[in-house]
């Protein structure tokens, strides 16, 4: 099974429609992040958690909210969505602050 | 101007042949990572350095704190070599990775 695990893997919605992307790790770390990808865009943070209690915002927030609920679960939301968000995004999880990454698969969205 | 800059945006190479990719960045750092991204969309983290090299098996890392670069290199290129590779810096008093817009790399049989 997989330490990091996205789910959906795709998904294909309506503008206006409210979307949950689930992030579940099994690797027992604190700090987790969402980003997305843009194609020709390196990856960009939309937000990151370093405990249950501790939420902050990214670079690209706008749009997005998150919750943790759990040290293993984090899940990104978009209330309304809107097809520039259209993208590839990714769950990641660190153990240290200047440790390596360790990303989902991924989900694909997709917002007519 | 991107605060990480990656070069070449593209590379294509022969099976054998030794791979350089480059990365060059702007502010001060306290790491830098490499990540490979599969073309089924995965990413792996690759290295993470703080000064000087790293090597495991094929792949080799180095970084150069004064001249703000870093270079990995593959030898004995393969094609399932071929993948994106992803710089990513952490700004020095900061908790976020800044990252480059990736080298696609294909090596051909």
């Known amino acids: 099974d997989a330490d990091v695990t996205q789910t959906p893997r795709n998904r294909i919605t309506k503008t206006g429609k409210r979307i949950m992307l689930e992030c579940s790790q099994t690797?027992?770390?604190?700090?987790m992040y969402w980003y997305r990808q843009d194609p020709g865009l390196g990856l960009r943070l939309i937000y990151y958690s370093f405990d249950v209690k501790d939420i902050n915002k990214g670079e690209i927030s706008d749009g997005y909210s998150v919750s943790r609920q759990a040290q293993a679960k984090f899940s990104l939301s978009l209330e309304s969505a809107i097809p520039n968000q259209t993208a590839l995004y990714f769950c990641a999880t660190s153990d240290f602050l200047q440790g390596p990454q360790h990303f989902g698969d991924g989900t694909r969205l997709s917002i007519l | 101007k991107n605060e990480v800059e990656q070069s070449p945006q593209n590379l294509t190479a022969q099976e054998g042949e030794f791979i350089t990719i480059n990365c060059s960045y702007s502010?001060?750092?306290?790491?830098l990572h490499w990540l490979q991204q599969h073309p089924g969309g995965g990413i792996v983290s690759l290295f993470m350095l703080s000064s000087g090299k790293k090597k495991h098996g094929r792949l080799i890392a180095t970084i150069n704190i004064q001249e703000k670069h870093s270079s990995l290199h593959i030898t004995a290129s393969h094609p399932r070599d071929s993948a994106v590779y992803i710089c990513?810096?952490?700004?020095?008093?900061?908790?976020?990775?800044?990252f480059g817009t990736g080298t696609r790399l294909q090596v051909f049989p």
């Open positions: 502010v001060g750092i306290s790491a």
């Open positions: 690797k027992g770390h604190d700090r």
């Open positions: 990513a810096v952490l700004r020095d008093n900061t908790d976020k990775l800044i």
